[in-house]
């Protein structure tokens, strides 16, 4: 772990997305008066441009651990970066790395750190680039371009709204439409209309297609 500049960190809890154990400078850095509990707060704090390039990134990184062996997964750090909301009120440049700390007994990551650095007194352009590297034992150092041009490939293809692609992860994760209300805090009724909208904008006739459409997009 490395940071160069105003930095936090958090726990995130893999199987719900909640977040815990957080750095206090996250409230100052994003002007925040609670501590955000699930990773919906953060993600709600990035830029919408950057969405596609953030879901991309985690597929590429989800990809290139597979291809490396999930035996190793808890000795390698992926990092890339993104915009973030600010206490100021604009967006600037974070870097993100994540370290896995614990697997079940199927190899699934059940928890990692995430540390976010503040890196705009550096560069303000984003590289499109994930970096996964290795921690001792591994000696890792794969860089991965990620073309700006399959990004539209991702959820704006099928022209899902941003709340759209949220229940979409949700509900390929397993969440029920009464879970899923509580934590956006909205009506069931209104989850029920995006899962209609969901379904027409990816010709999807059930769930189980669903699930697979969100393989497909990363969000899972």
Same mark, same amino acid.
Request: charged content about 20%; glycine content about 4%.
């Given at each position: ?22 750095? *206090? ?32 990134? &985690? ?7 597979? *291809? ?23 967006? &600037? ?70 709340? *759209? ?22 009506? &069931? ?32």
């Amino acid at each position: 772990m490395f940071a160069i500049g105003e930095y936090y960190y958090y726990v995130l809890n893999l199987n719900n997305s909640t977040v815990t154990n957080h750095h *206090e400078s996250i409230l100052k850095i994003h002007g925040l008066k609670n501590y955000p509990l699930h990773l919906k707060e953060l993600i709600d704090l990035i830029h919408p441009d950057d969405i596609p390039f953030v879901i991309k990134a &985690e597929q590429t990184v989800v990809n290139k651990i597979l *291809e490396i062996g999930k035996e190793f997964q808890l000795y390698l750090k992926p990092s890339y970066c993104f915009r973030m909301k600010t206490a100021k009120g604009n967006y &600037e440049l974070f870097h993100h790395q994540a370290i896995h700390t614990f697997e079940d007994e199927n190899q699934h990551l059940v928890q990692s750190i995430n540390i976010h650095t503040n890196i705009q007194h550096i560069t303000s352009e984003n590289s499109y680039t994930v970096l996964i590297t290795g921690i001792e034992p591994r000696k890792d150092f794969h860089q991965i371009k990620i073309n700006q041009n399959l990004l539209s490939s991702s959820t704006q293809e099928n022209n899902l709204t941003k709340r *759209e692609t949220e229940v979409l992860s949700f509900i390929a994760k397993g969440y029920s439409g009464k879970e899923i209300s509580s934590i956006l805090i909205l009506s &069931e009724h209104t989850i029920r209309t995006h899962r209609r909208n969901i379904l027409s904008k990816t010709n999807c006739r059930n769930s189980k297609e669903l699930v697979k459409k969100a393989f497909d997009f990363g969000l899972i």
